[in-house]
């Protein structure tokens, strides 16, 4: 069995299971497997891609909460989960989570007019030594106040921060709509030879 099968395994409720699981279930389990050791895998793009493209966006978005929740949208940006930016921001726009897709459109925007990207960012931490503690400014050399503004603007429209829209509620809509085919598609993937 390829690696990608057997951590698709380990994401995902049993084949029974998975059937019978709801939206939530299969988001739960996802949730509490995908930062386990025996998955540290998972976002290495040769293993990511093939991925059911529903599980990737499941993947993609807890990823994204977590960092908001722990790092604030600066930490999503220079960490890991940063640099599926793009993919992210597709993964809200097929969910329906228009208000999130474009709040983190504007922040993509804002970061490529300060000539930076996420892969940047995230090689910059390279250099730090591990559990050192550190200041965004500093580790990027951005002096300019503008910057932070212009984000911190951009990221006060996210629904993290709002009681009225939730993305996982947007997620729950989208995997309760296209279980049959994802089901399928894991179906498929797990008896490739």
């Known amino acids: 069995m390829e690696i990608h099968q057997t951590i698709l395994r380990r994401l995902l409720p049993g084949d029974k299971e998975l059937l019978n699981a709801s939206a939530d279930e299969i988001m739960d389990h996802v949730a509490l497997t995908m930062y386990s050791q025996e998955n540290i895998q998972l976002k290495d793009e040769e293993i990511f891609f093939k991925l059911p ?3 990737r966006d499941i993947v993609l978005l807890i990823d994204f909460d977590t960092e908001l929740n722990m790092n604030g949208i600066l930490g999503f940006l220079e960490n890991s989960a940063g640099k599926y930016v793009n993919e992210t921001i597709e993964a809200l726009e097929r969910i329906g989570a228009v208000h999130d897709a474009n709040a983190l459109k504007a922040i993509h925007r804002i970061l490529e007019n ?3 990207s996420t892969g940047q960012l995230h090689r910059d931490l390279q250099d730090l030594e591990p559990y050192e503690i550190n200041h965004f400014r500093q580790v990027h050399a951005i002096a300019d106040d503008e910057f932070f503004e212009e984000i911190q603007h951009a990221a ?3 629904t993290i ?3 009225e829209e939730n ?3 947007h997620l729950i809509a ?3 709509a296209h279980k049959r085919s994802f089901v399928e598609d894991v179906q498929a993937m797990l008896s490739e030879k």
């Open 53 to 55: 493209a529903l599980l």
């Open 114 to 116: 300060y000539n930076l």
């Open 156 to 158: 006060e429209k996210l």
């Open 161 to 163: 921060y709002s009681q």
């Open 167 to 169: 993305m996982f509620d």
């Open 174 to 176: 989208y995997i309760e």
